[in-house]
């Protein structure tokens, strides 16, 4: 059975890299541990990794571990992601468990993104 620690980090970690054709800088926050540096690892980008959204930089891709999609929240990543072509991969509430929040999720990223 495979680890569910390798399962998330992989899937928050390749499906952005690979959908972004050039992906150069990439900012993570709050997945900072050893599979997801490992994963980064294969790719040729500059990662930085923190654990709040207080960056003055632009990335081509953000991977947020997170599922505080607040308004304060998606301004900062709005402000710190590449305008046109770049990806954000981020948690939310599984449908099953909170369709509510997922809903008012999906709203709040399509009004921004």
């Given at each position: 059975m495979l680890d569910k620690n390798i399962i998330h980090s992989e899937m928050m970690i390749h499906i952005p890299m690979n959908t972004h054709h050039n992906p150069?800088?990439?900012l993570v926050v709050g997945l900072d541990n050893e599979i997801?540096?490992?994963?980064l690892a294969k790719y040729d980008a500059?990662?930085?990794y923190t654990n709040a959204l207080n960056v003055d930089?632009?990335?081509?891709?953000i991977?947020?571990?997170n599922d505080?999609?607040?308004e304060l929240t998606l301004a900062s990543i709005?402000?710190?992601l590449e305008p046109k072509e770049g990806i954000l991969a981020t948690l939310s509430e599984r449908f099953k468990v909170n369709s509510d929040k997922l809903v008012a999720d999906l709203k709040n990223v399509?009004?921004?993104?």
């Open positions: 150069q800088t990439v997801a540096k490992k994963e500059k990662v930085t930089e632009k990335f081509d891709v991977i947020y571990n505080n999609l607040d709005q402000r710190s399509g009004n921004d993104f």
